[in-house]
């Protein structure tokens, strides 16, 4: 069964990079379909998936997030990373690291918080001077 752990500063100052880093074990990043993504929950507020990156090293990003939103991945770790630019104290949430169970055919199936299975525990990010 695939294991994700989050890890990176739980504190970042408004208009820095939040920088958060996902560890998978027990699959590879790099096998056929499957794709990596964050999805974060502001507090007293629902999920919002906000990229994923695919086996192939592919990226989607939330049309709301994208202009700040970067993913990107090291093989020879089997580690995917989120990098948000610009915070603000609005960026304050959980951030998870998600993967599906099963591979996903289309990019719309990646695109969606229902098409994740397996996740991180979490980890808070406030955005705070």
């Known amino acids: 069964q695939v294991q994700l752990q989050e890890s990176g500063p739980g504190l970042v100052t408004p208009s820095q990079t939040l920088s958060l880093t996902c560890t998978v074990s027990?699959?590879?990043?790099?096998?056929?379909?499957?794709?990596w993504g964050w999805i974060r929950q502001p507090p007293g507020k629902g999920l919002e998936w906000m990229g994923v990156i695919t086996y192939s090293g592919n990226t989607y990003y939330s049309p709301s997030l994208k202009s700040r939103t970067s993913i990107s991945r090291d093989t020879s770790k089997n580690q995917f990373s989120l990098q948000l630019t610009s915070v603000t104290p609005e960026d304050t949430a959980v951030y998870y690291c998600?993967?599906?169970?099963?591979?996903?055919?289309?990019?719309?199936?990646?695109?969606?918080?229902?098409?994740?299975?397996?996740w991180g525990q979490g980890t808070q990010v406030t955005v705070s001077s």
């Open positions: 027990g699959g590879s990043i790099t096998t056929a379909y499957y794709a």
């Open positions: 998600a993967a599906p169970s099963v591979p996903l055919a289309t990019v719309q199936a990646m695109c969606v918080i229902q098409g994740y299975d397996y």
